[in-house]
């Protein structure tokens, strides 16, 4: 069979295609080979049920039955349509080309191949401007407003973590959303509602993924169903909090949600 593709070559697109997370040119190529393998793979399936010749692997040198699919590699290095690896890559590919094609939420392409945990500031020598954020210290909103404008994009929704107390709604992260709602994004910081007062997780400390998952409610389902979300806290330690928020942004019907952090807490990423 000519259109053959084997485990080797299998490695090499899936390499490929990782290091080349935004070439969509490249990327719809190397799907298209993948299909068109598929397709011959199947159109070529022996009529009959056969033991096939015996033939020795042009890779591992291995002597095989081809099973009458006249194939010059053993089933070790041979690649059926409902291989795993062949699968996954196809999907990941699909992935990446939605990435990259719509739905962006950071301007720079390279953010929006996962959606990592991705953060502006190191919390520990910035301590100081990170307290006067929290305490809306409108200097340092306005500072930190103008470097997140420049990554984000301009159609996108901005959900918020709510603060550990429910009453508090009028937090450093909530007024920046408002700003940068005010450049054509939807404004989401009264999308996640927490229910009831949780205990105030000091900075460094690690709380439970429970805790907010059992604390934190989704509102105005119909604003972000099926669209991107942009998910923005001040300080991730763990990432809990964010982890169990976007499982409750998923499970409402956000397609994607991407976490950005003013700063980062600790040695986690
Ligand atoms: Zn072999």
């Not at 084997?6 to 299909?35: G, H, M, V, W, Y």
């Not at 939605?98 to 959606?115: A, G, L, M």
């Not at 509602?193 to 604390?215: A, E």
């Not at 909090?241 to 956000?254: D, H, Q, R």
């Amino acid at each position: 069979m000519k259109n053959s593709l084997d485990r080797l070559k299998l490695n090499q697109l899936s390499s490929f295609c990782e290091e080349n997370p935004t070439n969509i040119l490249a990327l719809t190529k190397c799907k298209n080979f993948l299909l068109e393998f598929i397709d011959t793979y199947n159109q070529n399936l022996p009529k009959v049920k056969t033991r096939g010749k015996k033939r020795r692997c042009v890779i591992c040198s291995t002597l095989f039955y081809d099973l009458g699919r006249n194939s010059e590699i053993c089933m070790r290095h041979i690649i059926t349509p409902e291989d795993k690896s062949l699968l996954s890559l196809i999907s990941k590919i699909d992935d990446y080309i939605e990435r990259n094609t719509s739905d962006k939420i950071f301007v720079n392409d390279e953010w929006n191949v996962n959606d990592n945990l991705r953060s502006l500031f190191r919390y520990h020598p910035d301590i100081d401007n990170c307290w006067k954020f929290k305490a809306c210290n409108q200097e340092i909103i306005n500072n930190i407003f103008t470097k997140v404008d420049e990554l984000i994009c301009n159609d996108i929704i901005i959900c918020t973590i709510p603060s550990h107390d429910p009453q508090k709604l009028n937090t450093g992260i909530n007024l920046l959303t408002n700003l940068l709602a005010e450049k054509g994004r939807v404004d989401g910081s009264r999308i996640l509602i927490r229910t009831k007062k949780i205990d105030k997780k000091g900075t460094g400390g690690v709380r439970d993924k429970s805790v907010d998952l059992d604390s934190i409610v989704a509102n105005n389902l119909t604003m972000f169903q099926n669209k991107v979300v942009l998910l923005l806290d001040d300080v991730a330690t763990s990432g809990n909090s964010m982890k169990a928020c976007t499982e409750i942004l998923l499970k409402n019907g956000a397609k994607r949600v991407s976490k950005l952090a003013i700063w980062k807490a600790g040695s986690h990423t």
